[in-house]
Structure formats: structure tokens, C-alpha cells
């Protein structure tokens, strides 16, 4: 019964929403069509003003720093919140890791390929992860994506060995404190556009040789800040999580 | 102007969305939005947006399903 009243529901509604979006299409200007003047304008002037190749980044970076700013924090907001849903609660303890199987069946090891080729990863995963998160002035992609890329690196020593390994290089207390602070360097390089007299997030620092590592200013430190802290979440999200997955129980 | 392989993208990209929503045992959703979180990076850079490629992939074939699996496996430690 319950079905088929959802089902009526949907044949009232999905018309009419369908018939909505369709409405909606047809005011949307031409596909490929753009009419954003500051997109042309900063296309134009990014690389001269920032000598940063990846005007994206600075855009993210610099013209709209504080956008990010604010993304950021989003980021680090969530993660508090999940870190703290998985919390030890009262009812629950620590238990020996337990075998990752039903009552009744075999717990089936990780095969030797799955091991080794986790291990070989870890090292491969980790320097790309610091390639994009350093070059993220010069091509696609930067913290965000780049710190991402540092925590699977980092999750991977969980497949290639135990949790108590990834739990024993994983001190939470470091990565707590790393991700707090990667996330405060952000507030300080922008603070440092106050210091030097002007806005806050002002790009400050010398801009360099265009197209090398150590240039566009800001947007460098502001990545590495930006990919320590993603990295940091990441890594702490999946330290939690595994951890509430194989270790917590519930107290009988 | 939309180039052949750009098309191609979105129909990729359709027929991913489609795969998720009919895949209807959540582990093997996760694996097949995993799969879907890549075909949108790819289709992003098939527009020309690099940056927003990698953000879709590393998301959304990375973290999004890593995140969903471990949530599952802690909800089947539960009923255990």
C-alpha cells in the first residue's frame, strides 16, 4: 500500500518537477555561451599581476582568498563534527581488533598482492600528493586536491599491513594538532597582508620568476597550509573511523 | 560548441548517474559511484577544467566512496 501511494506521489510531483527543470532550460543562455566580464578580465591579468600560470589558483588563492578561507574551515568544521559523533561513548570499549568476518565464516586474510602493492603505492602516493599540493600555482591542482591524495597515500600502510601499524604511525594527537595549525597558517599568511599595511589576504610576498616552484607568493605558502590540512582531516577521519569499525564494541 | 567526445562525456556521465541509482546494495553502490566520481573528472576535463577534474575525482572516486564503505562496515559491526 505504502508503495503504491509513493508511487501516485511520484506521477503528481515528477511532471510537474520534470515540466519545471524544462521551463527552467530554455531561459538558460546558449551551451558554451559566457558572459562573465571578470572571468575574461582575470584571464588577462592574472599571469602578469600574480605570475601565476594556473590562474585558477590564482583566483582561489589571492582574488577570492577569502572565499577559501571560509571553504576551508567548512572542511574543518565537518570533521570536528564527525570526529566527535565517533567518539568513544560510555557504552562502548576497546576490544582487540576483531577478524573482519560473519560468526561463522572464514576471515579471509588480505592476499600478498593487496599487501605489496599497497606498500609500493604508499612512497609513489605520498610524492605525488606533495607534487600537486607544491605546484599548485603552476598547474592543475593544489591543496585540496593534492591533500586528498597525501591521506589515501598515508591509508594505503593500512592495507599493506595492520591497523596497528597505521595506528602506531598515525598519532592522533600529531595529526590533531597539525591539522589545527595547518588551518590557523591560513588566517596568519592573510594577517600577514595587514602587517605589511595593506588588506587582509593581500598577496605580499615577492612574486619570483614566473613559472618556477618558488613564486607567486602567497598562493604557495597558502597551499602548503591548505594541503597539510586536508591531508591531516582525511587521515584523521579514517583513523576514527577505522577505529570505531574494528576496535569499539559495545559493552556487555 | 560541443565536440564529439565532449558528447560522449555526458553520455557517459548519464548513463553513470543511471548505474548508481539502479545499483541497489549499498556496498556495491559505493563502488560504482566510485566509478561514476571518475567518469565526472573525466568529463570536467573534456570541458577544459583541469582543476575542477581533480577535485571531482579525488572526491568523488576517492574520499566520497572510502567514506561510505567505512560507515557501512561499522553499521554491519553493529548488528553482528
Redesign the interface.
Known amino acids: 500500500v505504502i508503495a503504491r501511494q509513493r508511487q501516485a506521489v511520484m506521477w503528481l510531483v515528477g511532471p510537474a518537477l520534470g515540466a519545471l527543470v524544462l521551463w527552467g532550460a530554455t531561459g538558460l543562455p546558449a551551451?558554451?555561451a559566457f558572459h562573465g566580464a571578470v572571468g575574461e578580465l582575470l584571464n588577462g591579468v592574472a599571469y602578469g599581476e600574480r605570475h601565476a600560470p594556473?590562474v585558477?589558483?590564482a583566483i582561489v588563492f589571492d582574488y577570492r582568498g577569502f572565499d577559501t578561507l571560509g571553504e576551508e574551515f567548512i572542511l574543518f568544521a565537518a570533521v570536528a563534527g564527525v570526529a566527535m559523533l565517533l567518539r568513544a561513548e560510555r557504552d562502548e570499549e576497546e576490544c582487540p581488533p576483531?577478524p573482519?568476518a560473519?560468526?561463522g565464516r572464514m576471515d579471509v586474510e588480505p592476499s600478498a598482492a593487496v599487501r605489496v602493492l599497497s606498500l609500493g603505492l604508499v612512497g609513489a602516493m605520498l610524492l605525488i600528493g606533495l607534487y600537486?599540493v607544491a605546484h599548485g600555482h603552476l598547474t592543475?591542482?593544489?591543496g585540496?586536491?593534492g591533500g586528498?591524495?597525501l591521506a589515501?597515500g598515508w591509508?594505503l600502510i593500512y592495507l599493506a599491513d595492520e591497523l596497528k601499524t597505521f595506528r602506531r604511525l598515525t598519532p592522533e594527537g600529531v595529526v590533531e594538532a597539525a591539522e589545527a595549525l595547518a588551518a590557523g597558517a591560513y588566517v596568519f599568511v592573510g594577517a600577514g597582508g595587514l602587517l605589511a599595511g595593506r588588506e587582509f589576504l593581500a598577496n605580499v610576498l615577492p612574486f619570483g620568476q614566473p613559472g618556477s616552484l618558488l613564486s607567486a607568493g602567497t598562493i604557495l605558502l597558502l597551499n602548503l597550509g591548505v594541503g597539510v590540512e586536508v591531508g591531516a582531516a582525511?587521515v584523521l577521519?579514517?583513523a576514527e573511523?577505522?577505529r570505531?569499525?574494528?576496535e569499539m564494541r559495545?559493552r556487555r | 560548441?560541443?565536440t564529439a567526445l565532449q558528447l560522449l562525456g555526458l553520455l557517459l556521465v548519464a548513463a553513470g548517474g543511471w548505474c548508481v541509482v539502479r545499483t541497489r546494495d549499498p556496498l556495491n553502490q559505493a563502488l560504482v559511484t566510485s566509478v561514476q566520481g571518475l567518469l565526472l573528472g573525466v568529463l570536467m576535463i573534456l570541458f577544459q577544467a583541469?582543476?575542477v577534474?581533480?577535485?571531482a575525482i579525488?572526491?568523488g572516486a576517492?574520499?566520497l566512496p572510502?567514506?561510505i564503505l567505512?560507515?557501512l562496515?561499522?553499521v554491519r559491526?553493529?548488528q553482528?
Request: no cysteine; glycine share 8%; net charge negative.
Open positions: 551551451f558554451g594556473n585558477v589558483a576483531q573482519d560473519i560468526p600537486v592543475p591542482g593544489g585540496f586536491q586528498v591524495i589515501s591509508v582525511f577521519l579514517s573511523f577505522l570505531q569499525v574494528l559495545e | 560548441v560541443t583541469p582543476d577534474a581533480f577535485s579525488v572526491v576517492v574520499a572510502l567514506m567505512l560507515a562496515a561499522k559491526g553493529a553482528r
